[in-house]
């Protein structure tokens, strides 16, 4: 059995019965719905500017100025280019948790999005080899502030009620960047100049730009200025967007009383430092679970056509720069499609359920895509050829389904706010030394064993579907302060439960009942923030 499966059939804590009572939709609400509007740029759409890179280094690939620019990079030093976006990531994690808890979580993504706003402009005017991987290195080194403190900011942020479903479109963004990355190579790829590539390299800006523009107007983590103690701006957010206003909102009193009940409790338990991450049982666990995903994420087949599709299509028979794109930008529209259509509906289903789903449907299709391109390497099929695009794009929707839908939403959950930045760091740290090491493999192992290289991936994809198994927690339909000792045993919730009770009873809120107008809230949220 899965540690803490039977958790997610509870479902009597008082916030949850409030948001099944709230019938009125997010864009009937005129605040939360601006609120969602400005989480757009400034967090959901942070993903953006990776979907963009992988897109642009597959598109790159077949662009012949580019290829004749850096001297037909193959093989190491196709690896390499592609590979210094995950080293600089690697590089940057030490450091993420501490600015994110540090400075709060807009600082961070700010802080991020500058670095790569630098990144980009080196990148567009690279002169050289050297001059490019530097460029790459500071995209890969800004992008992780950003995606931690965004992801974390989604689910501390949103209400209640579209919490999955808003963290679930964060990766979904991802296939925005790749469809114009892969729209605009299309276009520019037979210019007879360096601008067929320097102009992808220029608009890698963009989503960076838009973040650095937008997050003045986005408030801060609620539980972030509670940890700090700024309650009462936190309880002002919290009325503003969650009760439009309404500062004597019994919903918001009993969501704050909960924030501050168990951020308290949290601190008690632990200290938050790495020590305590890894000596903790609980944690380890969490730590367990997290590094796995890391793995998974990037282990788990899509690194070969996130990066390397131009020369998968090369090994089974299609050389047309034009075709490759082409395939290229389909791919990713259909990505696009299914992933969003996905982040809006699996969220409503039971995280373990999801994940078996996408394990179990990754073996197969994989096994079917390793079959088939082995078919063509032996025999030269055009129906083993005409197979293996087949099984690329059926491989979208089932890594779609869990991966990416669901792995931010599932960090955010399992980890207590105390820990949440660390967790996702070291979940980051993961996937991008997995991500290096895949950019910097694969090409190599495409080169050199073609469709035998697959055979690994099919291996580790089975070790997945076993991990997921035994080892994966349910989470669904419960907030973030209930899973926030998921792992540690009923007692401590039963004492955060009748803290909760005894802060709500005791009418501790940081604002005065008769400062009940909308007006009050906004200024508070204003003058402070």
């Not at 290829?67 to 690697?90: C, E, K, Q, V, W």
Request: one cysteine or more; glycine letters at 6%; charged letters at 15%.
């Amino acid at each position: 059995m899965a540690l803490g499966s039977d958790h997610g059939s509870r479902n009597d804590n008082p916030i949850n019965r409030y948001v099944q009572q709230d019938k009125v939709p997010w864009y009937k609400k005129r605040n939360l719905r601006m609120l969602y509007i400005l989480m757009f740029p400034t967090c959901i759409g942070i993903e953006m500017t990776s979907g963009f890179d992988s897109s642009m280094m597959n598109g790159l690939q077949a662009v012949p100025t580019w290829d004749a620019f850096f001297n037909h990079p193959r093989s190491t030093i196709l690896g390499l280019l592609s590979a210094l976006y995950s080293l600089g990531s690697i590089c940057s994690l030490p450091f993420v948790p501490f600015v994110t808890d540090r400075f709060g979580r807009r600082w961070a993504i700010i802080f991020g999005s500058i670095i790569m706003v630098i990144g980009a402009a080196l990148q567009t005017s690279s002169q050289d080899f050297a001059m490019f991987v530097v460029a790459r290195f500071l995209l890969g080194f800004g992008i992780p502030f950003a995606i931690v403190a965004a992801s974390s900011m989604i689910g501390e942020l949103a209400y209640p009620k579209e919490r999955a479903r808003i963290g679930s479109l964060f990766n979904a963004s991802w296939f925005i960047g790749a469809i114009v990355a892969a729209g605009v190579t299309l276009g520019t790829f037979q210019m007879p100049n360096n601008w067929g590539w320097r102009i992808p390299s220029l608009l890698q800006v963009i989503p960076s730009a838009l973040q650095i523009t937008f997050i003045w107007f986005l408030p801060e983590s609620p539980r972030w200025l509670v940890s700090k103690g700024r309650g009462e701006e936190a309880y002002a957010i919290l009325a503003k967007y969650h009760a439009e206003g309404d500062l004597n909102s019994e919903f918001v009193k009993l969501e704050y009383a909960e924030i501050e009940t168990t951020l308290e409790l949290e601190k008690e338990q632990a200290k938050g430092s790495w020590k305590q991450l890894v000596s903790a049982p609980a944690m380890r666990k969490r730590l367990l679970i997290c590094s796995f995903l890391g793995l998974a994420t990037q282990w788990s087949g899509n690194g070969l056509t996130s990066y390397f599709l131009a020369r998968i299509l090369d090994n089974v028979g299609i050389h047309d720069d034009r075709t490759k794109n082409l395939i290229n930008l389909a791919m990713t529209c259909w990505g696009f499609v299914n992933g969003t259509t996905l982040a809006l509906t699996v969220p409503k289903i039971r995280r373990r359920s999801a994940y078996l789903t996408c394990t179990v449907a990754l073996t197969l299709i994989f096994t079917g895509w390793t079959v088939a391109s082995a078919q063509y390497a032996i025999t030269g099929s055009q129906a083993a050829s005409r197979a293996v695009i087949a099984f690329i794009f059926l491989y979208s929707p089932a890594y779609n389904m869990g991966y990416n839908a669901l792995t931010y939403t599932y960090l955010v959950e399992i980890f207590p706010y105390h820990a949440r930045a660390k967790g996702i760091a070291v979940f980051q740290w993961w996937g991008r030394a997995a991500g290096f090491f895949n950019q910097f493999v694969n090409p190599i192992g495409i080169a050199n064993a073609g469709w035998k290289y697959y055979i690994s991936y099919c291996i580790f994809l089975l070790f997945e579907l076993v991990f997921v198994w035994f080892l994966f927690p349910e989470t669904s339909n419960r907030t973030l302060e209930e899973l926030a000792f998921l792992f540690e045993g009923e007692k401590l919730r039963e004492e955060q439960q009748k803290r909760i009770e005894e802060e709500v009873q005791e009418n501790r809120a940081p604002i005065a009942d008769n400062a009940s107008d909308k007006e009050s809230a906004l200024h508070v949220e204003h003058s402070k923030i």
